[in-house]
């Protein structure tokens, strides 16, 4: 189970970091299945399956900041499951960040 969104979210970020949580967040992987003739089925970065996951927190290819690290499921889910303030921001704003740069938003 979640964490609620930290009191300090607005209201959006707040619904952002729940559909994170609950794996509904909009990404090209979920795009594909409802709509597979106006999104494809691929990272724009490195060809594999662009799940949430993938997008959010496991492509190296794209962003600078995770070139260098291991970004484990692990990770992912302490992030999710986080109950502090700035790591909920941080994931509701990178979310958004690489869903607009993968065409997604």
């Known amino acids: 189970m979640y964490p609620v969104p930290h009191k300090n979210l607005s209201?959006?970020?707040?619904?952002?970091?729940?559909?994170?949580?609950?794996?509904?967040?909009?990404?090209?992987h979920r795009l594909h299945l409802f709509y597979p003739t106006a999104y494809r089925d691929i990272c724009p970065w490195c060809g594999t399956t662009p799940t949430l996951f993938h997008i959010t927190w496991e492509c190296t290819q794209?962003?600078?900041?995770h070139h260098n690290m291991n970004n484990?499921?692990?990770?992912?889910?302490?992030l999710l499951s986080s109950s502090a303030f700035e790591d909920q921001l941080w994931l509701v704003q990178r979310a958004e960040m690489m869903a607009r740069a993968s065409g997604a938003l």
Do not use: D, F, P, V
Request: charged fraction near 30%; glycine fraction near 0%; aromatic fraction near 6%.
């Open 11 to 28: 209201s959006m970020e707040s619904a952002a970091l729940r559909r994170l949580q609950t794996n509904t967040y909009t990404n090209l």
């Open 62 to 65: 794209h962003n600078e900041e």
């Open 72 to 78: 484990t499921e692990e990770q992912w889910e302490a």
